[in-house]
């Protein structure tokens, strides 16, 4: 097995874990904590899209993790907005 494909699987693992303790942060009290966790999960999961579609040959897996960072950004900043209220 290449090196390469084995340190693509160990990022994968590595991301799922990332996103597990994004979780775990976005459960928290506060809304806050709950933008942030929520847009590490979707950043994270862009990621893991990009690796996996690069090792199992999907289509189309570049413009959907492109959209989700590129949706989940706005959404963020447009909850925040909303949230914060008349700053």
């Known amino acids: 097995m290449d090196i390469l494909i084995i ?22 009290k506060g809304a806050a904590m709950g933008l942030l966790g929520s847009s ?4 994270a999961f862009a990621m893991v899209l990009l690796v996996g ?23 963020t900043v447009a909850f925040a907005i909303v949230a914060g209220g008349d700053n």
């Open 53 to 75: 579609g690069d090792l199992y040959n999907l289509a189309f897996y570049r413009d959907i993790s492109l959209a989700l960072i590129f949706f989940g950004f706005v959404g």
């Open 40 to 43: 590490v999960v979707v950043v």
């Open 7 to 28: 340190s693509k699987y160990i990022l994968i693992i590595a991301i799922i874990v990332i996103m597990l303790a994004a979780l775990r942060a976005s459960a928290y």
